[in-house]
């Protein structure tokens, strides 16, 4: 029997050791953490090799109970027996894949069994199917949501399955098998399950730590790297990045590039990789032009032209901003064995990152030079086409009516105020926007009393966001454009309106001449000129409008020589959470 006993410690040694190289694979691991279909495929013809290989190199007993040991078992008389580790790969095919991959290794191993004993011990099959069945049914009832069961329950059920094994071979090959083999078989099977099922699990729980100390450097090296990228890519800022990348990582070195320049280069090799030199390495060349990543593992694929450059390996990956590559991640290695599967998934993740801070930063920097684009336009309108034509009407008030003069005063300071105020906001609300196209109408109708009469229809809260000088755009240009020649009966309405549950709709309407045919299809796809700026202000609310909430919000414009239409849709917001009225 203790000869016996280690005898089958070998086999379980090389069955262990297979093991350890599988779960090594990363194949393997990914296998085994879940249980869809193609994976339990997969695990059902592995550990059916396995389940193969334990009959080969079992240990042959005689039916005069004497031990026999060849290298592999090919054929086995049918009066002889085999002690062996089947036991153990069906245990563990099903502990680790479930019932019916179990069932399906276990029907493999007793088939196996069954046929090269010269078609005998058919028993083996049924036992064997039946250990796989029972041991994953039971096996995924109390691991609970854990991906395997605890230890003590794998030792459960890996004692379990050779007791099981022990009462087929007791009832059909009888009592003195079982006493020869029971210890044994029972006692390293059972061990054996336990050492397979724990290897999985150390490798996944190891995996699983430095999974998380990557995600804890990574959020802090992206959280240390995006004020740099959100400035663009530059030498000030590329080196920054390269340093704090180098810091947090076993990278020899890091580079960043542009499209055509070495932007930084700190490690190994940075004395022939100088920032602000063209690129030297036909490696990052060709992820530049190709926009794919390119890994080397070879001095000579990175094709760096000096003689005596350290860099033996790199990974370079392109750094791409709405799908058009604008310069290249590298990470260098002085040693070829360096490179793994782990530095490359962690340099694909980073170039990633990468590029959405850049799409960040670039987003930022257009966003704010739009910003103050519309606003300096703004100011250009309102100043030369109102301000003096303001102060002349308050001149000439002076002279025939004090109080008309002070009224006319307050409404240029509530103008003047509002403009100030609302040029600083993307958005108003309504009631904002309003007192600012009455403190001008009020102005106007003091330069030309009764000429233009301005009237409202809103059946929407007064808090609704909508973009500032939207409404005082298009009033300015009815009442500068729209009635020329025309002292009286000058209508503009303002209807604000619910569209539907998303938007709400906005136009504004004149009874004047209409737009001249010729410059109608422009007025929204580029500044006018000969119009005074008027199309400039259209033309600026109408990417304002694009930028805020897409195309959906931009100018429609209807037009005849009895008038003139302008409509937008804003989508519902609200100051102070109100709901639309």
């Known amino acids: 029997m203790f000869n016996l006993l280690i005898l089958l410690a070998e086999r379980l040694g090389f069955i262990l050791i297979l093991a350890f190289l599988l779960v090594n694979t990363s194949f393997f691991r990914n296998l085994i953490k879940s249980r869809k279909l193609k994976s339990q495929i997969w695990l059902a013809l592995i550990f059916s090799i396995f389940v193969i290989i334990s009959n080969l190199t079992g240990v042959e007993i005689t039916n005069s109970r004497e031990v026999v040991m060849p290298t592999i078992i090919t054929n086995l008389s049918q009066s002889y027996s085999i002690a062996n580790t089947r036991t153990l790969v069906i245990t563990t095919a099903s502990l680790t894949a479930g019932p019916w991959v179990g069932v399906f290794v276990g029907l493999v191993g007793g088939v196996h069994r069954f046929i090269f004993s010269n078609f005998s011990d058919s028993f083996y099959i049924v036992s064997s199917v039946l250990i796989g069945f029972l041991v994953g049914k039971i096996g995924d009832r109390v691991k609970g949501n854990q991906l395997y069961p605890s230890n003590i329950w794998v030792a459960i059920l890996g004692l379990s399955a050779e007791f099981v094994q022990m009462a087929f071979i007791c009832i059909f090959r009888g009592f003195g098998l079982v006493k020869l083999v029971i210890v044994p078989m029972t006692f ?17 729980s190891n995996e699983r730590q430095l999974r998380a100390v990557q995600t804890k450097d990574v959020l802090e090296l992206t959280n240390k790297t995006l004020p740099y990228f959100r400035k663009g890519l530059d030498l000030d800022s590329a080196r920054h990045v390269c340093e704090i990348i180098k810091k947090y990582t076993n990278f020899d070195a890091v580079g960043l590039t542009d499209k055509v320049n070495v932007l930084a280069h700190v490690g190994a090799g940075a004395d022939h990789h100088i920032a602000n ?3 030297l390495t036909d490696l990052s060349k060709t992820v530049i032009l190709t926009g794919k990543k390119q890994i080397a593992y070879t001095k000579s694929e990175i094709g760096c032209p000096h003689d005596h450059c350290p860099l ?3 990974i370079v990956i392109p750094l791409q901003v709405n799908q058009e590559t604008i310069g290249a991640l590298k990470v260098y290695f002085t040693d070829s064995d360096k490179l793994t599967v782990v530095e490359e998934n962690l340099v694909d993740g980073l170039g990633t990152i990468f590029s959405g801070q850049l799409a960040i930063g670039i987003a930022e920097e257009q966003t704010s030079l739009i910003n ?12 030369p086409h109102f301000f003096f034509n303001a102060l002349n009407t308050i001149a000439a008030l002076m002279r025939v009516s004090q109080d008309k003069a002070r009224e006319a005063v307050v409404q240029l300071s509530v103008f003047f105020r509002s403009s100030l105020q609302n040029g600083q906001e993307k958005e108003v609300t309504l009631e904002q926007e309003k007192k600012h196209i009455d403190a001008y109408m009020n102005l106007e109708n003091l330069r030309f009393p009764d000429r233009f009469q301005l009237k409202y229809q809103i059946e929407v809260s007064q808090e609704v966001l909508i973009p500032a000088f939207c409404l005082q755009i298009f009033v ?4 500068r454009h729209a009635f020329k020649g025309q002292k009286k009966n000058n209508l503009i309405v303002v209807k604000i309106v619910p569209y539907n549950q998303d938007y709400f709709k906005i136009q504004v309407q004149d009874n004047g001449q209409g737009i001249n045919p010729q410059i109608l299809p422009q007025i929204l796809e580029k500044p006018i000129q000969q ?10 609310l109408n990417r304002r409008l694009n930028g805020l909430y897409g ?3 931009q100018i429609k414009i209807t037009t005849k020589p009895t008038g003139t239409c302008f409509t937008i849709l804003i989508p519902w917001q609200h100051k102070k959470g109100e709901s639309p009225s």
């Open 531 to 540: 119009t005074r700026g008027t199309g400039t202000a259209l033309y600026n």
């Open 277 to 279: 030199e063209p690129v």
């Open 476 to 479: 300015e240009n009815a009442v």
């Open 188 to 204: 390293l099977n059972t061990v054996g399950s336990c050492l397979f099922i724990e290897i999985l699990k150390t490798y996944l």
């Open 312 to 314: 033996a390996a790199a």
């Open 551 to 553: 195309s959906i919000s």
């Open 372 to 383: 103050e684009a519309e606003i300096k336009a703004l100011q250009v309108q309102i100043s």
